[in-house]
């Protein structure tokens, strides 16, 4: 194991600003990705730019669905397309929550969703972080199209 990435949960009381800290701790152990709210497109870019650009962040980290949110929103929401535009025109990895228990309902990991996203941002690099349960099966059968329209790991 080379590096451990470290997902910044800020929608369960974490810092994204920890990121430095650890950074600083264990220089080159740790791939750093703060939490980003895309649907705050203004702080969202501010902060894409604090960690990653100019910080020591490799990626940012998005949880469109989870209990923790005050808003519940599909990956392929429009709002989001600005945070999206910036990370594929800077190759900027977003990791997102897709699957897992905490989740208002899991509709939100349909992954006709995420397929859609990779159409319209054929370059954006995504990471499906626990990949699409309760829907694996459906998720790897999409990532076959869906690898060769975008680069997403599951």
């Known amino acids: 194991i080379t ?19 650890l950074d600083r701790l264990y220089p080159n152990r740790f791939l750093g990705l703060p939490q980003i ?11 894409i730019e604090k960690y990653v650009v ?12 989870s209990i923790f949110n005050k808003e519940h929103w599909y990956v392929n929401d429009e709002r989001a397309y600005p945070v999206y535009e910036k990370c594929q ?9 897709y699957g897992g228990q905490l ?21 954006l690099n995504m990471i499906l972080g626990h990949g699409g349960w309760p829907y694996v099966t459906e998720v790897c059968q999409h990532n076959i199209k869906m690898y060769i329209l975008s680069r997403i790991y599951i």
Do not use: W
């Open 3 to 21: 590096y451990g990435a470290v997902p910044m949960r800020a929608t369960d009381h974490g810092n994204n600003d920890d990121l430095f800290e």
């Open 37 to 47: 709210d895309p649907l705050d497109s203004k702080k969202a870019i501010e902060d």
């Open 54 to 65: 100019q910080g020591p962040c490799r990626g940012i980290y998005i949880e469109h669905a």
């Open 89 to 97: 025109e800077l190759e900027i990895p977003i990791l997102f929550t």
């Open 103 to 123: 989740v208002k309902s899991f509709k939100y990991y349909d992954p006709v969703y995420i397929e859609d996203l990779a159409e319209i941002f054929p370059k």
